[in-house]
């Protein structure tokens, strides 16, 4: 079974950026990716995706300040998320999520499309 194991996250001001790191034990290629975050007290939020087709969605929430991606150099083992004009509201913590039946993401995925989890990073965003 493929480890999902998070890092970069932080405490930084609003206004500020972050990349966030996923590290897969193995190529992760042939999967719909994922970014989750989840605010203390509120349900686990879908951030981004990003399918073996190269193809990107963000939520309405963070499009134009999230960007996801995926490290081709390094052999599909590494997703990103850079975080710029960090906003309170992203307060959470973040996990990445690996649905390997799908070569590619579809609209309206939910956590619970994907089996895989890391066990999270946590960003904090002061005001």
């Known amino acids: 079974q493929v480890q999902l194991v998070e890092s970069g996250g932080d405490s930084v001001q609003a206004g500020g950026s972050l990349r966030l790191t996923c590290t897969a034990s193995?190529?992760?290629?042939?999967?719909?990716l994922a970014w989750f975050r989840q605010a203390p007290g509120k349900e686990r939020e879908l951030v981004a995706t990003?399918?073996?087709?190269?193809?990107?969605?963000?939520s309405d929430s963070v499009r134009g300040r999230f960007t996801i991606s995926k490290d081709k150099a390094r052999k599909s083992r590494y997703l990103y998320l850079q975080m710029t004009n960090l906003k309170p509201e992203d307060t959470g913590m973040y996990y990445c999520?690996?649905?390997?039946?799908?070569?590619?993401?579809?609209?309206?995925?939910?956590?619970?499309?994907?089996?895989?989890w890391g066990h999270g990073t946590q960003v904090t965003v002061s005001s």
């Open positions: 990003i399918g073996n087709d190269e193809r990107v969605k963000h």
């Open positions: 999520a690996r649905d390997p039946t799908r070569w590619s993401c579809v609209t309206g995925m939910t956590d619970a499309d994907f089996p895989y």
């Open positions: 193995e190529i992760i290629d042939v999967s719909c």
